[in-house]
């Protein structure tokens, strides 16, 4: 979306088109008193994470972020390692699945992928079980790897979501930009 110079400007509340509120305290009190609840796209949200140089988002914000990505990579290398070490070379070939995982990690992969992802995280705690009944570890190993990259994505995802949308409610120069570009909701 490309926008004008006039339109990158725009600062204040009252500067923006169809803004349902007055100004922004007046939109800040209608949150306060829960008269308003503010929704942003999910991957306006990550990208914000991502690519955000920590300006609106608190040290302990940025050491969980780093924290769940950590899980995901932990999860990979300590499956690599079990396996290399129990000696279970042939289930060295699942790892393309785990960095599969990765990506149906994230809930925006629904979008994308449907129920084809419902489907492996729900077959994955069919795995789980039939690995605790068996005592088959590399399956177990294997599932909890799967489960953990799961948690550490949809956590991250949620945190995102949330950090933003507070972030729009305490800055009035970034709901601004969401709200002209269409990112965000106000219910």
């Keep these: 979306m490309i926008m004008s110079a006039d339109e990158q400007r725009i600062t204040k509340v009252e500067q923006l088109e169809n803004f349902p509120y007055k100004n ?4 800040q009190r209608a949150f306060r008193d829960h008269r308003c609840h503010v929704r942003v796209q999910p ?3 990550l990208d914000w994470v991502a690519g955000s140089s920590g300006k609106h988002m608190s040290n302990f914000q940025k050491v ?3 924290i769940l990505d950590f899980i995901s990579i932990i999860a990979i290398i300590g499956f690599i390692v079990y ?3 129990s000696g279970n ?4 070939f699942a790892v ?13 992969s629904a979008l994308v992928y449907g129920h084809i992802r419902t489907i492996f995280f729900y077959s994955n705690i069919v795995g789980l079980i039939y690995a605790i009944q068996t005592n088959n570890n590399p399956l177990l190993v294997f599932t909890i790897s799967i489960l953990c990259i799961w948690f550490a994505r949809r956590q991250k995802y ?12 305490q800055h009035e120069n970034i709901l601004c930009a969401l709200w002209r570009g269409n990112a965000v909701w106000l219910e």
């Excluded at 922004?24 to 939109?27: G, I, N």
């Excluded at 949620?158 to 409610?169: C, D, F």
């Design 158 to 169: 949620l945190k995102a979501v949330l950090g933003l949308a507070n972030a729009a409610v």
């Design 64 to 66: 969980i972020f780093f």
């Design 83 to 85: 396996d290399i070490v």
């Design 89 to 92: 070379w042939l289930w060295l």
């Design 43 to 45: 991957r306006i949200a």
């Design 24 to 27: 922004f305290e007046e939109f």
């Design 96 to 108: 393309p699945i785990l960095m599969f995982s990765l990506i149906l990690g994230y809930p925006i």
